[in-house]
Protein backbone atom coordinates (compact mmCIF):
# COMPACT_ATOMS: atom_id res chain seq x y z
CA UNK A 1 0.00 0.00 0.00
CA UNK A 2 0.85 3.54 -0.69
CA UNK A 3 1.44 6.42 1.94
CA UNK A 4 0.24 9.88 0.60
CA UNK A 5 2.89 12.40 2.26
CA UNK A 6 0.93 15.42 1.17
CA UNK A 7 -2.96 16.95 2.35
CA UNK A 8 -4.47 18.06 -0.97
CA UNK A 9 -7.38 20.44 -1.61
CA UNK A 10 -10.30 19.20 -2.62
CA UNK A 11 -13.36 20.92 -3.60
CA UNK A 12 -16.60 19.81 -1.69
CA UNK A 13 -19.96 21.46 -2.12
CA UNK A 14 -18.59 24.29 -3.84
CA UNK A 15 -15.88 24.69 -1.48
CA UNK A 16 -12.19 24.10 -1.38
CA UNK A 17 -11.33 21.92 1.72
CA UNK A 18 -7.74 20.56 3.23
CA UNK A 19 -8.05 17.17 4.48
CA UNK A 20 -5.36 13.89 3.98
CA UNK A 21 -7.14 11.97 1.64
CA UNK A 22 -5.93 8.16 0.61
CA UNK A 23 -8.49 6.67 -2.05
CA UNK A 24 -11.78 8.21 -3.03
CA UNK A 25 -14.52 5.45 -4.68
CA UNK A 26 -18.12 5.83 -6.00
CA UNK A 27 -20.41 3.67 -8.03
CA UNK A 28 -22.13 7.09 -9.81
CA UNK A 29 -20.16 9.66 -11.50
CA UNK A 30 -21.89 12.71 -11.81
CA UNK A 31 -20.13 14.73 -15.31
CA UNK A 32 -21.11 18.42 -15.36
CA UNK A 33 -20.24 20.01 -18.99
CA UNK A 34 -21.05 23.85 -20.54
CA UNK A 35 -21.87 23.63 -24.34
CA UNK A 36 -18.87 25.64 -26.16
CA UNK A 37 -21.81 26.82 -28.78
CA UNK A 38 -24.87 27.88 -26.38
CA UNK A 39 -23.02 28.55 -23.27
CA UNK A 40 -25.99 25.99 -21.94
CA UNK A 41 -25.04 23.36 -18.11
CA UNK A 42 -25.78 20.14 -18.17
CA UNK A 43 -25.15 17.29 -15.78
CA UNK A 44 -25.70 13.52 -15.86
CA UNK A 45 -25.35 10.52 -13.64
CA UNK A 46 -23.38 7.76 -15.25
CA UNK A 47 -23.27 4.31 -13.52
CA UNK A 48 -19.36 4.14 -13.66
CA UNK A 49 -17.32 3.02 -11.25
CA UNK A 50 -14.89 5.66 -9.91
CA UNK A 51 -11.42 4.67 -7.96
CA UNK A 52 -8.66 7.37 -7.17
CA UNK A 53 -5.34 7.20 -5.17
CA UNK A 54 -2.06 9.16 -5.41
CA UNK A 55 -1.18 6.67 -8.31
CA UNK A 56 -3.91 6.60 -10.63
CA UNK A 57 -7.12 7.71 -11.09
CA UNK A 58 -9.74 4.76 -12.92
CA UNK A 59 -13.22 4.53 -14.64
CA UNK A 60 -14.92 1.03 -14.91
CA UNK A 61 -17.90 0.43 -16.62
CA UNK A 62 -19.99 -1.84 -18.69
CA UNK A 63 -19.47 -1.22 -22.75
CA UNK A 64 -22.32 -1.88 -25.01
CA UNK A 65 -22.26 -5.61 -25.10
CA UNK A 66 -22.01 -6.05 -21.59
CA UNK A 67 -18.51 -6.47 -21.04
CA UNK A 68 -16.38 -4.71 -18.41
CA UNK A 69 -14.39 -1.62 -19.84
CA UNK A 70 -12.05 0.89 -18.02
CA UNK A 71 -9.56 4.00 -18.29
CA UNK A 72 -7.04 4.28 -16.76
CA UNK A 73 -4.85 7.66 -15.68
CA UNK A 74 -1.66 7.34 -13.92
CA UNK A 75 -0.28 10.08 -12.39
CA UNK A 76 3.51 10.96 -12.60
CA UNK A 77 4.17 9.46 -9.03
CA UNK A 78 1.94 6.00 -10.50
CA UNK A 79 4.21 6.23 -13.65
CA UNK A 80 7.36 6.39 -11.28
CA UNK A 81 6.26 3.42 -8.70
CA UNK A 82 4.93 1.37 -12.34
CA UNK A 83 8.46 1.36 -13.64
CA UNK A 84 10.23 0.90 -10.29
CA UNK A 85 7.90 -2.09 -9.83
CA UNK A 86 8.67 -3.50 -13.37
CA UNK A 87 12.63 -3.38 -12.83
CA UNK A 88 12.08 -0.52 -15.56
CA UNK A 89 13.40 2.35 -13.02
CA UNK A 90 16.56 4.18 -12.16
CA UNK A 91 18.88 2.20 -9.77
CA UNK A 92 18.74 3.51 -6.32
CA UNK A 93 18.05 2.64 -2.75
CA UNK A 94 15.18 5.15 -1.06
CA UNK A 95 15.58 3.27 2.26
CA UNK A 96 18.71 3.09 2.74
CA UNK A 97 18.92 -0.65 3.67
CA UNK A 98 19.98 -2.28 0.29
CA UNK A 99 23.21 -0.88 0.06
CA UNK A 100 24.53 -1.39 3.74
CA UNK A 101 23.27 -5.54 3.01
CA UNK A 102 25.63 -5.57 -0.46
CA UNK A 103 28.40 -3.92 1.70
CA UNK A 104 27.92 -6.61 4.37
CA UNK A 105 27.72 -9.33 2.05
CA UNK A 106 30.36 -8.70 0.61
CA UNK A 107 29.33 -8.17 -2.49
Known amino acids: MYKKEKIHAFQKA ?5 EQVFEIRAEVVTVEVRDQVTGEVYRRELPISYYENANFLRLSGENL ?3 LSQLVFYTARGLTRMNDLTGKGPDHDDCG ?3 NMKEESGN
Open 14 to 18: GEITE
Open 65 to 67: DGS
Open 97 to 99: NHT
